[in-house]
T-cell receptor
Framework: EAGVVQSPRYKIIEKKQPVAFWCNPI?????LYWYLQNLGQGPELLIR????????DSQLPKDRFSAERLKGVDSTLKIQPAELGDSAVYLC??????????????FGEGSRLTVL | GDSVTQMEGPVTLSEEAFLTINCTYT??????LFWYVQYPGEGLQLLLK?????DKGSNKGFEATYRKETTSFHLEKGSVQVSDSAVYFC?????????????FGIGTKLQVIP
């Protein structure tokens, strides 16, 4: 069974440039998450989708970040324009079910962004 | 809101030493508790979990017991190996408004030396 796939693995851009990250969750997983992981820190939730609906985007900086999950499968996270402080690893995860449950998440390998 | 506090690393141990990584939590209701592990160059993966008080999660020689009275979920292993070198994250899953929200600790880096 294929795991969560993210691309690109690494991205280096100059500040003020746009960048986009793509995620393909495990087949059948209707819940999808984007997490931000700064160096030496734990993952912090940016946005969670239940199918196509963004059910928790309270931590997403909406002035420069946007996300979409068309057709309830793949998802894209965009930053425009990028700032130096956006340098981090962007993690995508997916899980089965909605509400309650065991909360087990399946993570991709992450996309490491460096903003110069 | 929910939060997880875990001991800061790095933790350096010799092979076959005993490991404890402390984790305490704050949550409303009855969360599920997890330990995730991140090996170098890889994504996070679930190591073990416990869904109710007094449950013990175990996997690959690691164990953790859900202690509601002390709000703790400490990770232990009796004899670590070099291959256990990784970053370990304690996490909890509460269910506000019926949604899954997973909150992670900052991670503890473990280095095992031969």
């Amino acid at each position: 069974e294929a795991g969560v796939v993210q691309s690109p693995r690494y991205k280096i851009i100059e500040k003020k440039q746009p960048v986009a990250f793509w995620c393909n969750p495990i087949s059948g997983h209707n819940t999808l998450y984007w997490y931000l992981q700064n160096l030496g820190q734990g993952p912090e939730l940016l946005i969670r989708y239940e199918n196509e609906e963004a059910v928790d985007d309270s931590q997403l900086p909406k002035d420069r970040f946007s996300a979409e999950r068309l057709k309830g499968v793949d998802s894209t996270l965009k930053i425009q324009p990028a700032e130096l402080g956006d340098s981090a690893v962007y993690l995508c995860a997916s899980s089965l079910g909605t509400g309650g449950g065991t909360g087990e998440l399946f993570f991709g390998e992450g996309s490491r962004l460096t903003v110069l | 809101g929910d939060s997880v506090t875990q001991m800061e690393g790095p933790v350096t141990l010799s092979e076959e030493a005993f490991l404890t990584i402390n984790c305490t939590y704050t949550a409303t209701g009855y969360p599920s508790l997890f330990w995730y592990v991140q090996y170098p160059g890889e994504g996070l993966q679930l190591l073990l979990k416990a869904t109710k008080a007094d449950d013990k999660g175990s996997n690959k020689g690691f164990e953790a017991t859900y202690r509601k009275e002390t709000t703790s979920f400490h990770l232990e292993k009796g004899s670590v190996q070099v291959s256990d070198s990784a970053v370990y994250f304690c996490a909890l899953s509460g269910s506000p408004r019926g949604y899954q929200k997973v909150t992670f600790g900052i991670g503890t880096k473990l280095q095992v030396i031969p």
